[in-house]
């Protein structure tokens, strides 16, 4: 299979700090990325989409200066919440484009973040 | 990609089939099924897809009717770690790496 390595799985922090969220691919190259925001009992909503080396994509209404993605290696993609508050609250899931799959996408085990 | 109709929520006895159905009437010819399933607070897995072929693995079959406009999963012994939220989404396979869109799924509840 192809596995990402999401972390930390959960982790708690002061409004006003910011939080970095890691997602490593460990047997293949991820040229593209995805990063969903999950909040409880409902959908996966993406956020944006990164590929290496460039821009991320951000979906409608994602705030980018605040949700900021680097993806500067085919195996690493992180996403760093800034000056957290409490709504961002949520499930952070990553997830990679595999060209070896032929249904496409492996993800990460996904993070809860906690802002208090 | 088209859009796919699945119950809020479902039940099944441990040891029993379950049957998970979804509805995407408005598949064009070059789309295929594809289900995962979310345990709560993990990341979603992929259980299987199909174009319009009956397809099995170690997880589930899935059978899709001839006019492709609906679909089923079968977990054919559920035990209580199949409970999860499963997703049925319908998209242009391989060629076409965009996002993946999830609906809201099927919440399956598997009991003693």
């Known amino acids: 299979g192809a596995v990402v390595s999401q972390h930390p799985s959960w982790v708690i922090c002061k409004s006003g700090t910011s939080v970095k969220i890691e997602c490593r691919s460990l047997d293949f190259q991820a040229t593209t990325m995805f990063w969903y925001r999950q909040f409880p009992k409902q959908s996966l909503m993406l956020m944006a989409t990164s590929n290496e080396g460039s821009k991320a994509t951000y979906e409608q209404g994602v705030e980018k200066d605040k949700f900021l993605i680097n993806h500067a290696s085919l195996t690493l993609s992180t996403l760093t919440v800034t000056s957290a508050h409490p709504e961002d609250s949520s499930f952070y899931i990553c997830s990679a484009r595999v060209d070896r799959l032929d249904y496409g996408y492996t993800f990460g085990s996904g993070t809860r973040l906690t802002v208090v | 990609d088209a859009k796919t109709t699945q119950p809020p929520s479902m039940d099944c006895a441990e040891g029993r089939a379950a049957n998970l159905p979804c509805n995407h009437s408005t598949i064009s010819g070059n789309e295929y099924v594809y289900w995962y399933r979310q345990i709560h607070s993990q990341g979603p897995q992929y259980i299987i897809h199909?174009?319009?072929n009956n397809e099995t693995n170690e997880m589930a079959s899935l059978i899709i009717t001839e006019d492709r406009k609906s679909s089923t999963l079968i977990l054919p012994h559920a035990t209580l770690r199949d409970t999860a939220v499963y997703y049925c989404?319908?998209?242009?396979?391989?060629?076409?790496?965009?996002?993946?869109?999830f609906g809201q799924g099927t919440i399956l509840t598997v009991h003693p």
């Open positions: 199909g174009l319009k």
């Open positions: 989404i319908v998209r242009v396979e391989r060629t076409s790496y965009g996002k993946l869109t």
